[in-house]
């Protein structure tokens, strides 16, 4: 078992850097089985027992929960963005949507933190769908990562692949890990936020950026 923990370090060190677009799938992937396995053990460790019937089945549910929790690591980035619409007339001012809910998990402690992320972009002739942007932020939501590199991914992906006058994000999320357990504070929010191009060189664009995000029509 160290063997596959050692060679899924190296494959999650691989994708900490860069684009991280598609990354590579973990060499040894544990089998089914083996994260049941694992399931059962953080049951019986918490206090219960895993054999009994409210429980039995807990472990095949969990794995697959986490099929859904942690699907950004089988999304390829290049399947989310590779369609852009061309027929925009003369349209090159800003496009944001705002309040895009996501649902991550810290890597610090696997519990999750969730809130919101609002994207704003200056098109280059070509727009995305807008469902996509909500995708991008989706894929990385669902893994494990801070908040801060998860912003950081978001708006690299959208500014290399689209290659916009300029991308602005800004996230808000509450962590369980402050509200549920340690310093126990809920409603205490963290907000992320990270520009380029225009957005970074030129303090108005994100003046405007966030009085649109805030709902004020400026
Ligand atoms: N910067 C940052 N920190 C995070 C994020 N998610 C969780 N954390 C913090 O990660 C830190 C981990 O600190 P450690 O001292 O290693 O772990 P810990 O003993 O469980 O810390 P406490 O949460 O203070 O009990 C905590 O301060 C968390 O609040 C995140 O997205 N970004
Ligand atoms: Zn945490």
């Not at 001012?93 to 704003?120: L, N, Q, T, W």
Request: aromatic share 6%.
């Amino acid at each position: 078992m160290d063997a596959v923990l050692n060679a899924l370090m190296r494959s999650a060190k691989n994708e900490t850097g860069g684009l991280d677009a598609s990354p590579a799938p973990a060499p040894q992937k544990p089998s089914r089985e083996e994260a049941e396995a694992a399931v059962r053990t953080l049951i019986a460790w918490a206090g219960d027992n895993p054999e009994r019937e409210g429980l039995i089945d807990t472990p095949k549910r969990v794995v697959r929960a986490y099929e859904e929790l942690y699907k950004g690591y089988a999304t390829p980035l290049e399947n989310v963005l590779d369609r852009t619409f061309g027929e925009i007339g003369n349209f090159d001012d800003m496009v944001v949507v705002r309040d895009i809910v996501f649902y991550s998990h810290c890597e610090h402690h696997m519990v999750p933190f969730m809130g919101k992320a609002h994207v704003a972009y200056f098109p280059v002739e070509r727009v995305v769908g807008l469902s996509k942007i909500a995708r991008v932020v989706d894929m990385y939501a669902r893994r494990l990562q801070t908040q801060e590199h998860m912003t950081s991914q978001i708006i690299t992906a959208l500014d290399e692949t689209l290659k916009p006058r300029g991308v602005a994000i800004l996230v808000e999320a509450e962590h369980m890990c402050m509200a549920m357990r340690g310093i126990q504070k809920p409603g205490a929010s963290t907000v992320t936020m990270q520009f380029t191009g225009v957005f970074r060189d030129d303090p108005q664009e994100q003046v405007r950026f966030m009085n649109l995000i805030r709902g004020a029509r400026s």
